[in-house]
Every structure is written in C-alpha cells, then in structure tokens.
C-alpha cells in the first residue's frame, strides 16, 4: 500500500520510489499541505513541516489561536474569505447571496486500484495493484456541501492524479462558481514557470518567465482547450534543464475551458490552481446532486525536463489512450486535402490513392467535400451523407474500391458544426450555440450545434454511425473549425446558462465514446483545425491528433518540440506536405520534410503523382524506412537535445527499451559559412553497448556518445553515406545499433 494514515497526528503520507506527497488536518479542521517533492522517509509525526507564526495584520481563525491563519498556511482544497485572501480552489453561492464556505475534515478512504470519472476521460489501471487512491472528504456544516478531494499515487510513476467531487446534502439549491481540479501551495517561488503558447499554425511555443509576486496564468474561455494555450504547464528550478534538476508539470485531463495559474503571495509562498476556467463556469447543485471535476496530473521528477516529459509519455501513451490502436504502430497514410481542396471526384481519388499504393502507403484518407452540398466551405456541414454527383455509389463504392487497391480507407468529419445552408439546420435553426435576440456569429461560414443537448449529439451519432456501419472505413479524421461563441443553451433555464460550455465538452465525450465502443478497430484521430484541442482529453478517445495544420517542415520543429514536453511521439499527426508550403510557401527538402514527419504518425498531404519519378523514388525509400523503424520512433524513450527555441540547430532522439538502437534527428534551419564545429551530447545509450553509425564504419561507445558527444560539423564521418552539401532547412538521421 502507497498511503498512510498517522491517527495521532491526522497526517496522510503518498508515496512510491520516487516521490512523496504530504497533508494534514491543521488545527481548525482545514486540510493542510505539508511536502510534494523527492520521496522522505515515513515518519508518525510531519507537523514541523507547518509553519504557524502571528504576523501583523493577518486575520485569525479564533482569539486563542492567534497563529493559525489561513492566509500564512498552506493548504490542499482553500476557500476564499475566511482569512484566506488568496485565490480559492472552490467558490460557492448560496440562496442568501453568500459566497463564503468552510471545508473542515470529516474521513477518509483507501483503495486500491483507480475509480473512473463518470462521462470524463481520465487515467486508468489494468491491474489494482498498479495504484492506491485515497479519498478525503471533506464537509461544509452550513451548506451541507460535502467535498471528496480524489489522490492516485501510483506503484511505479512518479505521478499523482487528482479530481474532486462536490454532493449537495442540504436542503437548498447551491452554485459553484468556481470548481478547481486541483490545488497544490509550494513554500517557495525559486521556479520559472513555463508555458506552451501559440496561435493557429504555431501551436505550443515554449514560454518561459520568472515567478514573482502576483499572478500568472494562462487558459482558455474559447470552448476548447485552445491553440492559444494547453492545458499543461511546467514548474522548474531556475538550473533545471533537459538532463537535470527538479521540476513538476500539471496536466489536466480535458478539452474544454480551463485556467492555469500561479499566484506568489507576499510570503513567496506559491499556490497553483488548475481546472475548468471559473469565469466562464457556474453548475447549479439542487440537493442530493453531484458535480465532478476533470482530473489533473501532476508530476515529478529531480533529473531534468526529459524525464518529466517521458513519465507524462508513458502514461498518456498506456493509461489514458485506450483500445486496438494504443499499443500499435500507426498506418502510414495519404490525405487528399492538399492534393486537392474540394476539386475532386471518384476516379481522380482512386488516381491518386493508386499512385499512393504503389508506393507503399497503407491508408487513403478522403478529407472534407464529400458531403451534401459541400462544394465549398459555405454549405453542408451537417448533411452527412455522400454527394453522389462526386461518389456516384457512395463511401461505400469508394472504400471499396481503395480497398481492392489493398489499402485501408480513411473518412473526413466535422460532427460539432452545421452550416446554414445545410438540410440539418433548415430542419432544426434551434440546434445551434445562439442568444436569442442577438446575431449569431460566424467562423468559417459556420455554427456550433449544442452538444450540451443529447438529441443533437444523437443525432450526429445515428448519421456517423450509419456510415460506419455501411462502409469499409478504417480510420475517422474528426475536425472542430471554430470556436464558441454566444454561449447559450435553448433548452436550458436561465439559472443554468453557466454549465452550457461543460455540458457541451461532455457531449463531445459522449458521442466519442459511443462510436470508439461500437466501432473499437476504426482509428480516430482528432483535430481541431490543427491543434486547438490537442489535449489529453482526446487522447483518451483518439491516441493521436492532428498537432497542426502547418505542414513547413522546419516550423514543425517548434511546433513538436514543444508538443513533446507533454505528449508522446505516437500522438502526433505529421505529414509531408507539397511545396511550396501551401501556408508559409517555403521550399524545403523533400528528405528535411520526412526526417520531420518521422517523429510522429507519419503520412503524406500531396498528389504523389505530381512528383518526379526520382521524388518518387524517394518517397519509396521513406515509406520503407519508416515502416522499419515506426515501432521504435513511436513508443521509444523520446529525448530532446538542441532547442529550436534557441538556436539554429534542432536535435532530438528516441531510443528503444533495450537501449540497442537510437535514431537520432537532427535539423539545421539556416546554412552557415565556415560554419564552427559542432557536436550534440546523446540520451538514454546503454554506456556499456558498443554502438554502430549506419552508413559509417566507425564506432562509438555508449558512454562516449553522451559524454563526448556526437560530431555533427560538415566534416563528420567523410564516408557517412548519402551525405549531401550544407544547404538552408538542412537535416540528418544518425541510427546507431548496438
């Protein structure tokens, strides 16, 4: 068992190997934070660790203790108001007006094992014995609010998970205005706190800045979690880097409105709060109803930002993604969307998925303008069913004809939006996010149906399913367009208009889950015009998701490398794309362009017949490797080496579990003249293993490799073969075996 409970003190230690996690129940009844860090030693007795001192102009809970203020304690689940002035976990309103709550301590569980989250994604075991949740309950005596604060610590990781379920046990309707998944106060703010930020198209940039006094926070109020901001961000010693040093990261496990903050008080004492954004939020609780929370991750590691990211790998990888295709190597597929926008019919995709075949792609994927009247982007959403002007015998003529060219098909949606100028909306004009009395605004000629309403969401489901059920379909493509705006239910009352953006991330949750349960081997990959909902929520439905729909090989590299701080390799989409780039209309390599691709699903976004035969050739030799080496590049130990956030140079790595073959990808972004010598330092090599370069006959030593470093200078290793002259958007591919 990974918990304890101390009866004489009230003090509840987590922890494995690697960790331990902290709490007690401070003398007026609150649940108090006492360490999260490096696993300690058990002891009965942790008080020391709570430090309580009178401080001038604090407020107090009582006149004899004049020490314990809220405001000076750290605490696991706060409240605002009751000498607290910090920003709080939980906010409640009652029928009076009141916003003030007081959690004391009332129990606990153990259990071994993991619950699920009703309707929510979240982390999951396969054997109990994996991990131990504790469940603390915590309890208001005047509202009758009853608050169940959820811990997993697991065997083996150095993570904890935790959520919180709120019941109504009084007798009067309350609000939460504000439910945080988590909250977690650190004695000190020595960290940098980094983000991943970006805008469509340059998603997940690397942020970084210094924790002062006050307040930083990012988060999303756009319906989804958003390109502008992930839900996961990382706190870091100022020394840490990729190899070593402490840091914690904190995920949350959704994919719609969420706030990440950080607040330094004036004691340097950091609170950080993650969950579904407060301002955006308000879920009446009528009595006896419950309320749950998404689930946070949060965490752990003392040796560098690598190792931080592969604990969040591995279980992202085998305990959130579920079902067929968790555990296999992605198929190497062609999208026709680049190839052709909306100007095709049946014989040109057979062309061109023939061609594909011929070169050794497994999957035809057929993307938007199948549909309706879809000719543009301006009518059909929401008529799902085949244009027969374009697919005279439907998807189902189509997937079987890709399928007797031996490929698997692949099909295009956008469930979530509906045009006007479509059948579903001249049906149901009533179906869609709109305030009545006020224009209803537009993103790419489009609306967003209320998913908060199940006879939308069953409707969508009946038209897919359909679909699914008719015709050879491997592989569901599903988009989201545009973001949320006039947030308003038709069929809610008023004193419920703030749950409708919750409500509707469950019924996305709700229609994944009935299509991934009867269709368990179609491969789902989600997208949100790229990367907007790139969250560990879809991973639980979907192992991968389109990362962006900036298919430029050298702004990939941000854009992955900055992905890959949370997210595994096997989740990201990536594709070679035609040239020039349809969205930077940059020339770049056509191997720069696959050595990019490789370190994702891989695929291709082009007519393959509109290449040369020599390209073609090429694209061969692409598939080939790929297919060789996609088990290793997709669930291998994944390291990050040169920054493309800092330099000119990008290298990154992945090794497989027996540490007997590395590929190492390296990328230069501008040429150099004369340019310095340069060598990168490997990750993750057995140091005892001789290793063996491919194309070079020299060899190295596993521990030379990541101490003395990999020569990367133009005159490295003369006979490397295929070793072509510096030029801009330059990349190698170093694979070494043992």
Not at 558 to 572: H, N
Not at 582 to 605: I, K
Request: proline share 4%; charged share 25%; with cysteine.
């Amino acid at each position: 068992m990974q918990i304890i409970f101390h009866e004489k003190t009230k003090t509840f230690h987590l922890y494995n190997h690697e960790i331990s996690y902290i709490m007690t129940v401070l003398p007026g009844g609150q649940l108090g934070q006492l360490y999260f860090g490096k696993a300690v030693r058990d002891r009965e007795d942790f008080s020391h660790l709570a430090e309580y001192s009178f401080r001038n102009m604090a407020s107090y809970l009582s006149e004899d203790q004049d020490t314990v203020s809220l405001e000076h304690l750290k605490q696991e689940y706060p409240v605002y108001g009751t000498t607290d002035y910090r920003e709080p976990a939980v906010e409640v309103i009652q029928t009076n007006g009141s916003r003030l709550s007081d959690l004391s301590y009332a129990g606990f569980l153990i259990i071994q094992g993991k619950p699920q989250l009703p309707g929510l994604p979240a982390v999951y075991v396969e054997k109990e014995d994996e991990a131990a949740t504790l469940i603390i309950t915590l309890k208001d005596s005047v509202t009758g609010l009853s608050v169940q604060l959820f811990y997993t610590i697991f065997e083996e990781r150095p993570v904890i998970t935790r959520s919180v379920c709120f019941t109504n046990q009084g007798c009067e309707a309350l609000h939460l205005g504000r439910a945080m998944s988590l909250s977690m106060d650190f004695p000190d703010c020595d960290y940098e706190w980094l983000q991943f930020s970006g805008v469509w198209a340059r998603e997940r940039h690397l942020k970084t800045r210094n924790l002062e006094p006050g307040i930083v926070s990012v988060g999303s109020m756009r319906g989804s979690s958003s390109h502008e901001h992930n839900p996961f961000i990382i706190l870091k010693r100022p020394h840490t880097d990729e190899s070593q040093g402490e840091a914690v990261g904190f995920s949350l496990i959704y994919s719609g409105n969420f706030l990440a903050q950080a607040e330094v008080d004036n004691q340097n004492v950091t609170r950080i709060l993650l969950g579904i954004h407060p301002d955006t939020f308000d879920w009446k609780l009528e009595p006896g109803a419950d309320f749950q929370t998404p689930e946070a991750v949060m965490a752990y590691t003392c040796r560098g930002l690598n190792e931080l990211s592969q604990s969040f790998h591995s279980l992202y990888q085998k305990r959130l993604a579920r079902g067929y295709w968790r555990d296999r190597p992605r198929p190497i597929l062609l999208n026709n969307w680049e190839a052709t926008y909306f100007d095709f019919n049946e014989d040109l995709l057979v062309e061109i998925a023939d061609r594909a075949k011929k070169c050794g792609v497994e999957l035809f994927v057929l993307d938007d303008g199948w549909f309706g009247a879809r000719r543009n982007d301006r009518a059909g959403l929401g008529d799902w069913t085949a244009n027969k002007e374009l697919l005279p015998d439907g998807i189902s003529g189509l997937s079987k004809r890709i399928e007797a060219l031996g490929m698997k098909f692949g099909l295009w949606f956008e469930p979530e939006m509906v045009n006007a100028d479509s059948d579903l909306y001249r049906a149901h004009p009533d179906w869609i996010l709109q305030m009545p009395g006020r224009r209803a605004s537009l993103g790419r000629h489009q609306h967003v149906l209320d998913f908060s309403r199940k006879e939308v969401v069953d409707c969508i489901y009946n038209m897919m399913a359909a679909l699914l059920r008719e015709a050879k379909i491997s592989y569901i493509k599903w988009d989201m367009n545009r973001y949320i705006t006039e947030c308003y239910c038709a069929a809610l009352p008023a004193d419920q208009q703030g749950e409708v953006f919750h409500r509707y991330i469950l019924g996305v949750y709700d229609l994944y889950e009935r299509l991934t349960s009867e269709f368990p081997h179609v491969l789902f990959e989600s997208c949100a015009s790229g990367g907007a909902r790139f969250d560990p929520g879809m991973l639980y439905y979907a192992p991968q998701a389109w990362t962006s729909d900036d298919t430029d090989a050298i702004e990939r590299l941000k854009i992955q490398y900055g992905t890959s701080y949370c997210y595994p390799v096997s989740s990201m989409g990536s594709h070679v794309s035609a040239v020039p780039n349809h969205q930077l209309h940059r020339n770049t390599p056509l191997y720069t362009r696959a050595n990019t691709a490789y370190f994702g699903t891989f695929g291709y976004e082009l007519d393959l017949n509109k290449l040369t035969e020599d390209e073609r050739e090429e694209v061969k030799k692409q598939i080939a490797f790929m297919k060789e080496y996609r088990g290793l590049i997709q669930f291998g130990t994944f390291y990050r080496l040169c920054s493309p956030f800092e330099g000119n140079i990008t290298a990154w790595m992945v090794v497989s579990p027996d540490k007997k073959t590395a590929i190492i990808g390296w990328y230069k972004t501008l040429n150099q003249v004369n340019a310095p010598f340069s060598r990168i330092r490997l990750q993750g090599l057995d140091p005892e293993l001789c290793y063996h370069l491919e194309g070079c006959s020299q060899t190295f030593y596993g521990d030379e490799l990541m101490n003395a470093g990999l020569i990367t200078s133009d005159s490295m290793c003369g006979e490397y073969k295929n070793r072509r002259p510096g030029c801009d958007f330059d990349s190698r591919l170093f694979i070494f075996k043992a």
